[in-house]
């Protein structure tokens, strides 16, 4: 078997490099050769001093992650780190690249430190919902002091090697010749007698004490209220390290990584990590080269269109948008402009790329100007027979191999697609709002797409910086799903008289970004009533389609469930609202479990999205939920949530709800399934794509 680690002595140096491609994440055969190697050049005679460094893109990436769902096999990272901390040879860490939790750690335990100066170095444990378990909570303070260790670990931002917050840690940092350079050094090493420095003896980080205690105080204030966990034991654990001897701090943060690692929130955020680098993968993609995009056409310049109009400039296309008018297309182009802008205000643009930008911008007010496009996203249509009769002129006028889509979330590609001479190159996406900056994209496949299409797609979304999630197109895609279903649980307790903006609350306290009647005015109630009625099993009252006939838009027109009144951007509460539907508006029916039965809502829609192969995985939901939807990453999104509750716990709910409001409660029989085989809803994968 191939060793994780080479070992080579010259001139008495060994140099013990990490070879575990890609990333070389500290796994077990990683550490089990690590160790052995450290062992051997401990052991050899000729040798004086040890370099530690990595093969590849980067000197360390941490902890495997894959690895968290079972026991650690030994030597886990901080005996590792121990091992090496308490060599008795000097042990010198060259770093190149990255340097990321773990792998960190191991270098802070060496006793000497260079890097490349392009490297960057960084705790991005919390993101996992844990702390730097392998003695980074008591080394990094003793070297950096607590402020920069709290910043390092609390936002879990990489930094450059060169930042002050980090530099403090090293001993040389060099502009090339890393490896050389650490051979010359380590040659200096033996020369001079260096012994081994351990970091747990070494105290420079804390010279400044009030300094620290400053820094504690203001990540305490900041934290207050917060319900993430990890940030609260890092501060806890940072702080341990100026009050305790290193051994005791050392198993006071053993203690907190292993209460977090076996937590609820720790494992939603493990399975969001894992979600998210599998929802790109499209079977598709193995079938099919992407197209190359050059030229963008955008149908419709509302805030959609023209939010995609800048992302597409942004990222090097040249667009055409085309509106119906002349009107309506200079409206179009001062969104646009609007947009860009505002990028330029955020820094996602310079202002001399903004200055040049406009010049690819082509407005037009005739569909014929779209006869080169390569890709053409129509958001005009506000039914499905305006778009129809758009997607109907398209392929009239675009050049074959264009890929025509649909930027509506709800909406049948099939019935586009055969409006069309090229069902193969029509499909879906939907951008959750606000367009420019929406971290993800679902794509919505149709069952006449060809792989060549949805690889084009794929690819100009990626190019925009944004993560592609598979769907199948027809009935709407999986973010509008859930929340139209999430929406529809929480119509059936507005009802009966409880107050929108306690539900809205109640949401947003349970980890929701904004609840859903916010969301509904957001959207608009028109379309959100829209939604209602295509929502499989969703009968009864559509409060939103009363509220919208009664001239309540939503915030577009400054009045939905909220009324948005100057000085009051954000809403408040309209008890006119909730009178329009014949319900007292005091707000005094019996809310119960608010947040416990909307998420019933949507983990049931979320099963039948897999049963019907809406979805491919529990984890794409989840993806679509978290990064388009604002849930919280720590809550893992409705399908997590699901399988930490219980999925027997959650069918007895959906029954009682189901005898007591009817039908559109009825479990997915996914649920049974899953219940009488022990499987989890978060672990299922659907075989499309
Ligand atoms: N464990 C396991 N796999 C990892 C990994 C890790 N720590 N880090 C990255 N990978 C995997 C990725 O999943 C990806 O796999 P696939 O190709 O199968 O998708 C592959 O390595 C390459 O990763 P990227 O595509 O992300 O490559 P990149 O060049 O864009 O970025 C990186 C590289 C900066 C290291 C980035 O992957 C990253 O930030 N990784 C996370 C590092 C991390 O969170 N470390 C902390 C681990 S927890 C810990 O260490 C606890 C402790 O205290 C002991």
Same mark, same amino acid.
């Given at each position: ?33 690590? #160790? ?27 902890? +495997? ?99 002050? %917050? ?7 940092? %060099?502009?090339?010749?890393?490896? #050389? ?106 079938? #099919? ?20 109009? =800048? ?25 646009? =402009? ?118 084009? %797609? ?47 609350? +109640? ?26 009625? =295509? ?38 509460? +309209? ?81 009682? %709800? ?13 649920? +049974? ?17």
């Amino acid at each position: 078997m191939a060793q994780a680690v080479s070992y080579e002595v010259t001139d008495g140096i060994a140099v013990l490099q990490m070879r575990n491609p890609p990333v070389n994440a500290l796994g077990a055969a990683l550490r089990r050769d690590l #160790a052995e190697a450290l062992a051997r050049a401990v052991q050899d005679r000729e040798v004086g001093a040890i370099v530690l460094s990595g093969a590849g893109k980067g000197f360390c990436a941490g902890a +495997d992650i894959a690895e968290f769902e079972a026991p650690f096999a030994d030597p886990w990272v901080p005996e590792l780190c121990d091992l090496v901390e308490n060599a008795p040879k000097p042990v010198i860490a060259a770093i190149h690249g990255f340097a990321l939790g773990g792998g960190l750690e191991l270098a802070l335990a060496c006793h000497y430190r260079l890097a490349g100066a392009e490297a960057r170095v960084g705790f991005p444990e919390v993101n996992l919902g844990l702390l730097p378990g392998a003695g980074g909570t008591q080394r990094a303070p003793r070297l950096i002091g607590a402020g920069a260790a709290l910043d390092l670990m609390i936002t879990g931002q990489p930094v450059p090697v060169t930042s002050a %917050l980090v530099r403090p840690a090293f001993d040389m940092i %060099l502009k090339e010749g890393l490896n #050389a350079g650490a051979r010359l050094f380590a040659r200096k090493v033996i020369d001079k007698g260096m012994r081994p420095r351990r970091t747990r003896d070494q105290g420079a980080g804390f010279r400044d004490p009030a300094g620290d205690r400053k820094a504690l105080q203001t990540w305490r204030a900041r934290l207050a209220g917060k319900a993430e966990k990890a940030p609260g034991d890092i501060l806890r654990c940072v702080e341990a390290a100026a009050l305790l001897p290193f051994e005791v701090g050392q198993e006071f943060e053993r203690a907190a990584f292993d209460d977090l690692l076996g937590g609820d929130q720790s494992r939603a955020l493990r399975h969001i990590w894992r979600a998210e680098r599998a929802a790109p993968r499209f079977g598709e993609l193995a079938r #099919a080269p992407p197209r190359p995009v050059a030229q963008l056409g955008i149908v419709g310049g509302g805030s959609r269109g023209a939010g995609l109009a =800048a992302a597409g400039l942004i990222a090097g296309h040249e667009v055409v948008l085309v509106e119906r008018d002349a009107p309506s297309l200079t409206a179009a182009l001062a969104r646009v =402009a609007r947009v860009l802008d505002r990028a330029v205000r955020r820094g996602r643009l310079t202002q001399v790329q903004r200055d040049g930008i406009e010049a690819v911008l082509h407005g037009k007010t005739d569909l014929v100007a779209l006869s080169e496009a390569d890709l053409v996203i129509e958001t005009a249509g506000h039914d499905a027979r305006a778009r129809a009769a758009i997607f109907a002129q398209l392929d009239a006028v675009v050049r074959d191999g264009a890929v025509l889509v649909s930027g509506a979330a709800y909406g049948d590609v099939e019935a586009l697609a055969a409006q069309t001479g090229c069902a193969q190159d029509v499909l879906a996406l939907h951008v959750p709002l606000p367009t420019l900056t929406a971290p993800l994209a679902e794509i919505g496949v149709g069952r006449h797409t060809g792989a060549a299409a949805v690889a084009t %797609l794929h690819g100009f979304v990626t190019g925009l910086g944004k993560r592609a999630v598979w769907a199948r197109a027809g009935g709407g895609l999986i973010g509008s799903r859930l929340m139209a279903a999430c929406i529809h649980a929480a119509d059936g307790l507005v009802l009966s008289g409880v107050a929108p903006e306690r539900i809205d609350r +109640d949401m947003r306290g349970w980890g929701m970004g904004f609840g859903p009647y916010q969301m509904a005015d957001m959207l608009g109630l028109a379309r959100m009533g829209d939604h209602l009625e =295509a929502l499989p099993g969703a009968t009864g009252v559509n409060p939103h389609r009363v509220l919208a006939e009664a001239g309540r838009a939503g915030r577009r027109n400054r009045v939905g469930w909220y009324r948005y009144d100057a000085g009051a951007p954000r809403g408040v509460p +309209d008890p006119d609202a909730v009178a329009l539907l014949g319900v007292g508006a005091d707000g005094a029916g019996d809310p119960g479990d608010i947040p416990g039965r909307l998420l019933a809502a949507m983990a049931n829609e979320g099963a039948r999205l897999l049963e019907a192969g809406i979805a491919r995985s529990g984890g794409d939901i989840d993806v679509v939920m978290t990064g388009g939807f604002g849930m919280a990453r720590w809550r893992g999104g409705p399908i997590c949530a699901a399988d930490a509750a219980g999925l027997l716990a959650l069918r007895n709910r959906l029954r009682g %709800l189901a005898e007591a409001e009817g039908g559109f409660w009825t479990p997915a029989p996914l649920l +049974d399934r899953l219940i009488r085989e022990g499987g989890r809803l978060g672990d299922v994968e659907a075989s499309a794509g």
